[in-house]
């Protein structure tokens, strides 16, 4: 079921949304929709994480020249080097 809903969104974020969507070839709803999904997602993710990971996170700060996702790529390309 779909349901119509007002907002209330500064003409600048409309704008930048409108042509967001536009480049994706998406409606505004479609991506204002996909966004909220992503809320509860996140929420659910988290419960489905143990409790000492969850305490975990956020307790290494790194330098921002730091690439997390590069070092992880080099480690795991070096692990399964052939």
């Known amino acids: 079921m779909t349901t ?7 003409d600048s974020v409309i704008s930048t949304a ?20 992503t809320l ?3 929420e659910s993710k988290k419960k489905d994480i143990s409790p ?3 305490r975990l996170m956020g307790v290494i700060n790194l330098p921002k020249e730091v690439d997390c996702k590069k ?3 080099k480690g795991l390309a070096k692990k399964y080097k052939a």
Request: net charge positive; no cysteine; proline share 0%.
């Open 4 to 10: 119509k809903l007002t907002l209330s969104i500064d």
């Open 18 to 37: 409108k042509k967001y969507a536009k480049n994706n070839k998406k409606s505004l709803s479609d991506v204002v929709e996909n966004y909220l999904m």
């Open 40 to 42: 509860g997602s996140n």
């Open 52 to 54: 000492r990971i969850l």
């Open 71 to 73: 070092e992880l790529t």
